[in-house]
């Protein structure tokens, strides 16, 4: 029996499930949510305002006060533990999501602060709360597939967008996906076989995904009537939810985001006739179950997450009425038991592939962004001049740890922790890394919040020189008249989310350094490289130039002048920006001065590589146009549309004074960029001189 007319709940956790949880509740009439809690205070009261909570906490012990009676912890699994012991603590009951915990130890804690004080526990494991899970199992107790013999689930997911910050156990460790995803495997097949008596797991790294490190698992599970397969992926697509039990007379496939079950029989006549006709069924019952999925979460008959909201209304109702919970504390454990090995030795597999507790020696340099062109040319200069050179890299360069001598060092520029790491006991930081495609958050933790790291740890440990390469892609295009000369105190772009991420990305991250070495006593150099050709560049896209559907757009007819700088020279002049005196807290223009139009550059791409994308020209007052025709959509998603006016505007030929360089650096190019119009010659790097051969030591 309750103490009150109405059961007080508090949420511990502000992230994507907590909505789930919190329309839930809201079905339930004598539930009643008292506060929510986040170690992000700021998440928790966006939180609480959207769903008008009455208030938001920092901890769960500050939301004391309140006086909940249940709490819904939805935090990451290893604060599920110390979290439901504290709750216990206070006199209340607890809902925790799947898992129940990371270890069976921590369950075990768990199971003994419950008996300890009276309170109940259960886990919510949503998978087999899931009404389309209890459709297909109430199928197979009425016999529709006869004897069920196999069950395979397929089960593809990504995470949330990597912004930054400290790395969430979901990157940070190996087996975190199996914990997070495997837990739905591992339940499934017991729910349809039975009792698990034996598993087995497998996990490999296929490079895919940049932040899941084993973003692939397979593996089976011997159970009491009979055996079950799982694949699990975060790189397969498109994303699927889907089990198939196969039976004696028929098989099931339920799709868990169409929800739907289908039964497919064996018919009586030829194979190719009966695998035709049920073809067809099956076909017919999908053209029927997308639009009613639909239509019912558009009527609200169906809730996003259904199986989370089930569990969170079942959980209530056995807290109020008795009988069986959702998931006893004992299931919960078990499953974690089984799942524990696995995990275990894929986080020590992850960190051994990474070195993550390798000691390191002191460095001359540190380069962030080795595995790019620019960061690698550097890297084989630099070394193969005999310094002591240590590299931040995100994943695993065996080509890398093959060279004598170099320090790799492995993680996020994101994430501070792992740059503290890379920059302690280094002289000089290159710091050459950033992010070149995907979404705002992923340009946002590797540019702008990996410079703010990078600066953080120069400051902390005292780094001689910071080199930051930059972009003069920074600088204000559209407000300049056609051939303008600009240097070094150019107007900066002051619409830079109107250029695109890499603009907007660059920008900020010049800013950190710069306000650094104003207010921070940061030694710092900032260089910003024009357009790089040389090796490995020969399919960039030249400036102007849109790429597009497999083809360059170019804008215009192709007479725009391009900004070239050969790599080799762009090496050269970090290298001096590195080593000169007196030029810390100067930034500096690469351009050599050639005189190269998009259409040469064009020709020249596809004179050396057969990959070069087929070029259209395009009348910039077509595209205008079609800037046009896209602000409205803009304006109706939120959101910047891929082509602007303002793009185009900034799409302008500029001459670039880098008389500082040649005064300052000693940077006199030798023209090497215009030898890439003329491919024929010979070869771009061994004429002119490679990167190493034009090293400054």
């Not at 008795?322 to 499953?335: A, I, K, Y």
């Not at 002048?561 to 920006?577: C, K, M, Q, R, S």
Request: net charge positive; hydrophobic share 45%; glycine share 10%.
């Amino acid at each position: 029996m309750r103490a009150s007319p109405e059961v007080r709940v508090g949420l511990v956790g502000a992230g994507y499930v907590s909505a789930h949880h919190i329309r839930a509740l809201g079905t339930l009439p004598a539930v009643r949510i008292v506060g929510i809690a986040d170690v992000s205070i700021a998440h928790a009261q966006a939180l609480a305002r959207r769903f008008a909570i009455p208030a938001a906490f920092d901890s769960l012990s500050a939301m004391r006060d309140a006086r909940p009676e249940v709490i819904h912890i939805l935090t990451p699994p290893a604060s599920h533990a110390p979290l439901a012991i504290d709750a216990f603590a206070m006199g209340c009951d607890v809902l925790v999501e799947k898992p129940m915990a990371p270890t069976a130890a921590d369950c075990d804690a768990m199971i003994a602060a419950a008996h300890r004080t009276g309170r109940r526990l259960s886990v919510n494991h949503s998978a087999i709360e899931d009404p389309v899970v209890v459709r297909a199992l109430e199928l197979i107790r009425s016999g529709a597939l006869g004897d069920v013999l196999a069950v395979d689930f397929h089960r593809t997911s990504d995470y949330l967008p990597y912004s930054g910050g400290p790395l969430p156990d979901s990157f940070r460790r190996g087996g975190y996906p199996f914990l997070d995803i495997g837990i739905h495997a591992l339940s499934l097949m017991e729910a349809f076989l039975g009792r698990i008596r034996h598993l087995d797991a497998r996990y490999r790294s296929t490079g895919t995904d940049p932040h899941v490190y084993f973003d692939e698992w397979r593996g089976t599970a011997s159970c009491e009537r009979g055996d079950g397969a799982f694949f699990l992926s975060w790189s397969a697509r498109p994303i699927r939810n889907e089990i198939f039990v196969h039976g004696t007379r028929g098989e099931l496939h339920v799709d868990c985001f169409l929800q739907s079950c289908q039964v497919t029989r064996s018919w009586p006549g030829p194979k190719p006739v009966t695998a035709g006709v049920s073809a067809l069924a099956r076909a017919a019952r999908t053209l029927w179950d997308v639009p009613n999925t639909t239509w019912r979460l558009a009527t609200g008959a169906l809730t996003p997450s259904p199986g989370i909201h089930a569990g969170v209304v079942r959980f209530h109702h056995w807290r109020t009425n008795g009988g069986e919970p959702p998931t006893t504390m004992d299931d919960g454990r078990r499953l974690v038991a089984w799942l524990e090995p696995f995990c275990r030795r894929a986080d020590a597999d992850r960190d051994a592939r990474l070195k993550v507790d390798r000691s390191l020696e002191p460095a001359d340099v540190l380069i962030t962004g080795a595995s790019g062109r620019l960061g690698r040319a550097l890297l084989n200069c630099l070394h193969g001049s005999g310094a002591r050179v240590r590299v931040l890299v995100r994943r695993r360069a065996l080509d890398l740890e093959r060279l004598p001598g170099l320090q790799v060092v492995y993680g996020e520029l994101g994430d501070p922790e792992a740059v503290d790491r890379a920059v302690a006991g280094v002289r000089v930081v290159y710091h050459a890394g950033a992010a070149m495609s995907g979404s705002w958050p992923a340009f946002h933790a590797g540019t702008v919040r990996g410079t703010a790291n990078i600066v953080d740890a120069c400051i902390a440990h005292g780094v001689e020189r910071l080199v930051h390469v930059s972009s003069v892609t920074v600088l204000d295009y559209a407000s300049q008249p056609p051939g303008a000369v600009v240097d070094e105190g150019a107007p900066l772009e002051p619409r830079p989310e109107l250029r695109g991420f890499y603009t907007q990305a660059k920008l900020a991250a010049e800013q950190i350094v710069l306000d650094a070495v104003r207010t921070r006593t940061l030694r710092a150099v900032v260089v910003r490289p024009g357009q790089i050709v040389g090796p490995g560049y020969e399919t960039a896209s030249p400036y102007g130039v849109i790429a597009i559907g497999g083809r360059w757009l170019v804008v215009g007819a192709g007479r725009l002048t391009l900004p070239l700088v050969h790599l080799n020279d762009v090496v050269d002049g970090l290298i001096a920006a590195g080593s000169r005196a007196g030029v810390c807290g100067a930034i500096f223009h690469l351009v050599d001065g050639t005189s190269v139009t998009q259409r040469e550059y064009i020709s020249a791409s596809r004179t050396t590589s057969a990959a070069s994308p087929p070029a259209v020209y395009v009348p910039r007052i077509a595209l205008l146009a079609a800037a046009a025709a896209l602000a409205p959509v803009g304006y109706l998603l939120n959101r910047t549309p891929p082509l602007t006016g303002y793009r185009l505007r900034s799409i302008n030929a500029l001459s670039f004074d880098c008389s500082a360089a040649r005064q300052r650096l000693g940077w006199n190019p030798p023209l090497r960029s215009l030898r890439f119009v003329h491919a024929h010659d010979e070869e771009l790097g061994p004429a002119a001189g490679t990167a190493e051969q034009q090293c400054v030591s």
